[in-house]
């Protein structure tokens, strides 16, 4: 299994720009979400997805959108860059309710935005 | 609402010493308690969890307890290595299965 893999790893964007950020998992889990890493503030959720075709807001979701057409992939849409949107971004991947407690990350996305 | 609060600051410390990374939390029901680990440019993984009071996690030589009466799930190893320089974070599952994490402490491991 690779796991949960992400795409690409690094970019940088100008203000403005807009881009999707890749997700795939190929573990089978019905849970997938997105976080955004920034200095000395821990993760916080952006969007996340329960099932193909379900998607919900997390705690950040402006700026955000996502969409989920197939269990494997759960891609994260830009649409306007802003400054404030440089930060590292994780997917992540879980069980539904028997794989509570544990959730895969993936590697980030080093995300510069000028 | 439901958060956990970690120590400030980076820990540095010599090979062999002993590691103790603070973690308190607050929520309002029975949440279940995590400490996970960033290695340096990699996601981060499930290190070790707690899922009710008294319950003691433990995986790699790190051990955390589940204290209820002082709402903490403080981590410890007793003989740290290089190996385990990383970022450590302190996480809270919460209801509608959300996670709130640490602000993260960043461990140095001197040889």
């Known amino acids: 299994n690779a796991g949960v893999t992400q795409t690409p790893k690094f970019q940088v964007l100008k203000t403005g720009q807009s881009m999707t950020l890749q997700c795939a998992q190929d573990?089978?889990?019905?849970?997938m979400s997105w976080y955004r890493q920034d200095p000395g503030m821990g993760l916080r959720l952006i969007h996340y997805s329960v099932g193909a075709g379900i998607t919900d807001q997390g705690e950040v979701p402006n700026g955000y959108n996502v969409s989920r057409s197939t269990t494997e992939d759960f891609p994260l849409r830009l649409l306007s860059a802003a400054p404030s949107q440089t930060s590292v971004y994780f997917c992540?991947?879980?069980?539904?309710?028997?794989?509570?407690?544990?959730?895969?990350f993936g590697p980030g996305t080093r995300l510069t935005v000028t | 609402g439901d958060s956990v609060t970690q120590m400030e600051g980076p820990v540095t410390l010599s090979e062999e010493a002993f590691l103790t990374i603070n973690c308190t939390y607050t929520?309002?029901?029975?949440?279940?308690l995590f400490w996970y680990v960033q290695y340096p440019g990699e996601g981060l993984q499930l290190l070790l969890k707690a899922t009710k009071a008294d319950d003691k996690g433990s995986n790699k030589g790190f051990e955390a307890t589940y204290r209820k009466e002082t709402t903490s799930f403080h981590l410890e190893k007793g003989s740290v290595q290089v190996s385990d320089s990383a970022v450590y974070f302190c996480?809270?599952?919460?209801?509608?299965?959300?996670?709130?994490f640490g602000k993260g402490n960043q461990v140095v491991v001197i040889p």
């Open positions: 996480v809270l599952l919460y209801g509608n299965n959300r996670l709130a």
């Open positions: 929520a309002t029901g029975y949440p279940s």
């Open positions: 992540a991947s879980r069980n539904g309710a028997s794989g509570l407690y544990e959730q895969y």
């Open positions: 573990m089978n889990h019905e849970y």
